[in-house]
């Protein structure tokens, strides 16, 4: 991708924290609403993630050889609204940064036809303004009982707002009635997204998830 059409800074230039995504998502987010470098209406940030917290996500940096890594949740940031297919941020997967929305379903994502309903994967999609606007986080999730640090902070203060300090898990939920954006399955998400473009309906695939 030319520079003049980036929306981020290159990969290796971007804020990232291991294992805190969603604050990763947060700081792209906030790059582009500073910078002015696309329109928030066009960004939408997903939150992927299932009633057991048990998701599986392919090509992810931390996996081994074609082994899906399991999640209890992950967050990337999407693209829609261009000429071209909708673009895929993230900044943990293996794909190019960023990738095209066909190739990380295909890759990533793959299909939930041919693994354990426990592991079928639900998506909350919440547009950028309202993520910049609502999220905030004190980490508390990643301290064990002991306070110590899971995996270390990013180095900045936590996010938050006037009214919340801490609200993440109403994002990672999969309950449409809780939180903001729209839930979708799987399917519905990559229907909505890419129509006829589903990878639940591509033999290329549906022969990758038969490995899982």
Known sequence: MKREDRITPNREDCVYTSCYCEENVWK?????????????EELFVIFISNENRMIPLWK?????G?????????????????QSDPLVYDLDS??????SLQLYAAQALRSDHNIKPAYHRKLRVVPADSFLLNFASDRSHMKNPDG?????PPLYPPIHTAECQMNLDDFISVNPEV?????FSLDHFLQSYMGNSSPS?????AAASSSS
């Open 28 to 40: 792209l987010c906030e790059f582009v609403r500073t910078e002015r470098t696309a329109l928030l």
């Open 60 to 64: 992810q940096m931390s996996g081994r």
């Open 66 to 82: 074609d082994q899906p890594v399991i999640w209890d949740y992950h967050v990337i940031l999407l693209q829609v609204g261009l």
């Open 179 to 183: 939180g903001w954006g729209r839930v």
């Open 148 to 152: 110590t640090w899971k995996m270390p």
């Open 94 to 99: 293996e794909l190019s940064f960023p990738c």
């Open 201 to 205: 309906s591509s033999s290329s695939v």
